[in-house]
Structures are given as structure tokens and as C-alpha cells.
């Protein structure tokens, strides 16, 4: 019996085929996910977006939601933060040096767990549409202030990631191997979305985060369902054998899961049918 369902956020909860820009969740997904509640089964965000997101879900969907935030920094149950791992302050201090010679134009991010989100170059994109989605109620605070002005005040809490924002996958691709030649000893660096890479700290995933909440709350891996489409969702694919890969994935994320879907109402389907059928 499934009694957790966990979904990535951006390319699959808020994925729509007839508009891939678009941010919005289906009515597919929405009548989905209520019905999905109503069975009994407990819906979870795990995403690289902070875990404030969460709040902004509870008010779509009427009922509580847990959390994994900024893909494993952040684990919050019935509201209750559990971790809070972060990048260190030089580590900071370092990739905005190293990106002085990025291969192709960026705009670095960096995230904290109290909301914070500050830019690099707040003079480019895509912070003014970043900051529409915060004034919107998206975001919890967006800083008007440079990460490099930012980092001078050592009291702000740390980072939990940052994140580097293109144009392009191809630009996209390029940013990661730079960054992975020059950090992959030291920090993780990812993909997260088409046009964005991720630098985390070392051993931190939303798979770890879901094997910590797993042991937390006694689930067994035959207990929870997962979904994703991107590289950091790889580490929560391998958790259970209910495991659900956007079709729309890049190949090495289709097979890392188990099933293939178009859509989360799809995957949320075969989840009560399997519930069903084992009553």
C-alpha cells in the first residue's frame, strides 16, 4: 500500500504540455492530487524551489503539505524544519570569483532557508521576472542588493544553494561541465530545469532528504511513490520501486525510474490502482 506520494515541482506538478513556460498547475493535476488526498494518501513536494513554496500549495489545495526544500537542503514535516544544511560562506565567496570566467552569460541566484533570494547582476535577467513572481507572492523576499554585497555581511545566514541561470540547454550544458571541472570535488552541481544549473552542498539530494524522512516516519520503500524530470530528481527515483519519470526527461532520468508518464495525474493513477488492487 502506497501511503506517500512525492512530486517535483517545476517540469512535473507545474508542467503543462499545451504550454511548457507556463508555471500554473493543470486541472488535471489539481483534481488529481485532491483525489489522491481523499484516499488517504499523504501528497509531498520535494523541489528545488525553498520550502516556503509549500504554503503557497496549502492555499491551492486546501490541506497541509511537507517539504523537501532546495532539493535536500531543507526537510520540513507538519510544518516542523528538520534540517537545514548549507554551502559555507567561502564556498560563496569563491563561485563568484570563478564566475568572473564563465563560458557564457549567467546570472548567478543564491537561496537561504529563510526565503532569501539574492542576484548576482540584479540588473539583468531573469531577476525582474523573478522579482514579478515575488511580488505575486512567489517568492519570499528578493533582495535589491547583489549577492556580492550580500555576502559582506558574514551575519546573514548561509546559502543553501546557488543556482545559475541561462538562455538555453546548450548553455545550460556548457555552465555545468565548467562548473563541474571546477567544483565537482568539492560541491554537487546539477540541473534542475532547461535553463538553470545548481550548486549544492556535497551529499546533499532530495534522495537523502526522502530516506531521512522515510526513517523519521517509519515508511517503507514499497510505501512511497516519487516523480521528477530532471538530474536532481535521480537520487529520489532510485528510492522505491514506485518510481515516475516525466516523458518529456532527458533519457538517463527515464531510466532511473521505473515508469514513464506524461503527467503527475497519470502517475497518480496507477498509484490508487495500485492501492486498489492490493486491498
Excluded at 488535471?28 to 513554496?53: P, T
Excluded at 556535497?202 to 516519487?226: F, R
Aim: net charge negative.
Amino acid at each position: 500500500m502506497i501511503k506517500l506520494f512525492v512530486s517535483d515541482m517545476d517540469g512535473t506538478l507545474l508542467y503543462n504540455e499545451s504550454n511548457i513556460h507556463s508555471r500554473d498547475i493543470s486541472l488535471e493535476n489539481y483534481e488529481a492530487v485532491l483525489k489522491l488526498h481523499e484516499s488517504g494518501v499523504r501528497f509531498m513536494m520535494a523541489s528545488g524551489r525553498d520550502h516556503f513554496y509549500r504554503l503557497i500549495l496549502e492555499k491551492q489545495f486546501g490541506f497541509q503539505i511537507d517539504a523537501i526544500g532546495m532539493n535536500g537542503c531543507n526537510v520540513v514535516i507538519d510544518n516542523e524544519v528538520l534540517c537545514d544544511h548549507g554551502l559555507t560562506h567561502q564556498d560563496t565567496v569563491d563561485v563568484l570569483e570563478t564566475l568572473k570566467n564563465a563560458p557564457v552569460e549567467v546570472n548567478f541566484l543564491g537561496i537561504n532557508s529563510n526565503g532569501d533570494h539574492v542576484f548576482q547582476y540584479v540588473d539583468r535577467e531573469p531577476y525582474e521576472r523573478f522579482y514579478e513572481l515575488h511580488k505575486q507572492g512567489v517568492f519570499k523576499y528578493m533582495s535589491e542588493l547583489p549577492l556580492t554585497e550580500w555576502i559582506k555581511d558574514e551575519s546573514k545566514p548561509p546559502f543553501n544553494k546557488l543556482v545559475g541561470l541561462v538562455r538555453s540547454v546548450k548553455e545550460r550544458d556548457i555552465l555545468l561541465d565548467f562548473f563541474e571541472k571546477e567544483y565537482g570535488d568539492r560541491l554537487d552541481v546539477i540541473y534542475s530545469g532547461l535553463e538553470n544549473i545548481e550548486l549544492m552542498p556535497k551529499g546533499i539530494s532530495k534522495g537523502n532528504a526522502l530516506l531521512e524522512l522515510m526513517e523519521l516516519k517509519g515508511y517503507k520503500p514499497t510505501e512511497v511513490a516519487v516523480i521528477g524530470d530532471s538530474m536532481n530528481d535521480i537520487t529520489m527515483l532510485q528510492v522505491t520501486p514506485y518510481s515516475f519519470a516525466m516523458s518529456h526527461s532527458d533519457k538517463i532520468i527515464k531510466e532511473s525510474a521505473h515508469y514513464v508518464v506524461k503527467s503527475v495525474a497519470e502517475a497518480i493513477e496507477m498509484v490508487l490502482k495500485i492501492n486498489k488492487e492490493s486491498e
